[in-house]
């Protein structure tokens, strides 16, 4: 499928993008390569083929879930303006 002028032009418009005379040529041209590249791909025969998750097919490699660090909250909120049942608390900002 190539796209002609009058295609581009009224895509362009319903994208509201503002494309010039001299940017046209250059814009089909660019759109009808990648139609191409997309009906070339369309055209490849993947019967007999199982989509994949991922295209490495890896499994991913997580650390341990383990505590590495101590519990630190009421050193933190020691400091804090304002506490309140583990809970900081803060000025109202909306009225």
Do not use: F, W
Request: net charge negative; with cysteine.
């Amino acid at each position: 499928m190539a796209l002609e002028r009058c295609d581009v032009e009224k895509i362009a418009h319903l994208a509201r993008l503002g494309l010039n005379d001299a940017d046209l040529p250059r814009t089909i041209e660019a759109l009808n390569s990648i139609l191409g590249l997309v009906d070339q791909m369309q055209a490849v025969d993947t019967r007999g083929i199982e989509p994949l998750a991922h295209p490495l097919e890896a499994s991913q490699r997580l650390r341990a879930d383990q505590v590495t660090e101590r519990n630190q909250r009421d050193a933190y909120q020691a400091i804090a303006p304002a506490v309140e049942n583990g809970l900081y608390l803060v000025p109202k900002v909306i009225e």
